[in-house]
């Protein structure tokens, strides 16, 4: 029992660091004057909301009936990756980032690095192979949040920033 109280820990844990996670997109978000960057931190709020929803319907299949269904979590990294690639072309390249929306991104990656770190760790500890599976594909998730983001990154340093 002890065993199954330590995994309820872990999903209310996962809960809390997607709610947090998408607490931060969304002020950051409205603190970017970037248009770019506004779009893309508001496109992963939505999916941290996402994640939330399917690790509350992972948490009620897991302490009901322990389904061996896995609610779908990563997100289409296609569409994520068009909705980067069409906010880039809209771009203004006389837009430069500020300071504070560099930090933004800087610590979003940060943010991503340690939700894939977690979802990583808690697939490693998962006894059952449903459980390893939906921690996995969580661990998935923020490695593509992170990807975009690094991309996102790129997309807005300027030369002018650095000199």
């Given at each position: 029992m002890a065993d199954e109280n330590e995994r309820m820990k872990e999903l209310d844990e996962a809960i809390r660091f997607e709610t947090d996670g998408r607490e931060f997109f969304l002020n950051a978000a409205e603190k970017s004057r970037n248009p770019f960057s506004k779009t893309i931190f508001q496109m992963i709020a939505e999916e941290e909301l996402d994640h939330i929803q399917k690790i509350k319907q992972f948490y009620g299949s897991y302490s009901v009936s322990k389904k061996e269904e896995i609610p779908p979590v990563i997100e289409k990294k296609?569409?994520?990756?068009?909705?980067?690639?069409?906010?880039?072309?809209?771009?203004?390249?006389?837009?430069?980032?500020?300071?504070?929306?560099?930090?933004?991104?800087?610590?979003?990656?940060?943010?991503?690095?340690?939700?894939?770190?977690?979802?990583?760790?808690?697939?490693?500890?998962?006894?059952?192979?449903?459980?390893?599976?939906?921690?996995?594909?969580?661990?998935q998730a923020e490695d593509i949040h992170f990807s975009i983001l690094r991309q996102m990154e790129e997309a807005v340093m300027s030369p002018k920033t650095f000199g």
């Open positions: 296609n569409d994520l990756q068009n909705v980067f690639e069409q906010a880039k072309e809209q771009m203004d390249p006389n837009v430069v980032a500020n300071a504070d929306e560099m930090e933004a991104i800087r610590l979003a990656i940060q943010l991503e690095i340690r939700g894939h770190e977690f979802y990583d760790r808690l697939a490693k500890e998962a006894t059952a192979d449903f459980e390893k599976v939906f921690y996995q594909h969580l661990a």
